[in-house]
């Protein structure tokens, strides 16, 4: 792994990073540039087979798939699995999944921040409701 220094070079070898172009300072296209390599069609195959797993990636993906559509969702979640990997090899680290309800934990208490944060700057406040059994 020693020809990228970090894992985005990696990511960005691989052609799963938005692109940059611009001209005139205007941004004219978002799209991943085309690659013929063969890394990156199993990458690809890998997300779009993580739609039914019960995983945080699967879970990423899901969120994602509905957030942007489905051919940007699979492109996300390769690129999540390209970081993924670079830092498997060259760190030696073991991949340990936390699951797809520790996902869905983290992204819901990030939802709430944001919500409290822009409440608070708009003048409001938000309150958790108590969610009790009613007789």
């Not at 797993?53 to 690129?79: E, W």
């Not at 409440?119 to 958790?128: H, P, S």
Request: glycine content about 8%.
């Amino acid at each position: 792994m020693s020809p990228w220094k970090t894992e985005k070079h990696f990511a960005s070898w691989l052609g799963l990073c938005p692109g940059n172009k611009i001209s005139g300072g205007k941004r004219i296209s978002g799209k991943s540039k085309p690659t013929a390599n063969r890394a990156v069609v199993a990458l690809r195959l890998a997300a779009q087979s993580l739609y039914n797993s019960h995983s945080a990636l699967g879970a990423f993906l899901r969120l994602q798939k509905a957030r942007l559509g489905a051919p940007k969702a699979v492109t996300a979640t390769a690129h999540k699995l390209a970081r993924l990997i670079y830092s498997l090899l060259k760190h030696g680290t073991e991949y340990v999944d936390a699951g797809q309800d520790y996902y869905e934990e983290q992204y819901r208490q990030r939802v709430i921040y944001n919500l409290k944060r822009r409440a608070k700057q708009m003048g409001f406040c938000l309150v958790e409701k108590e969610t009790g059994a009613v007789a």
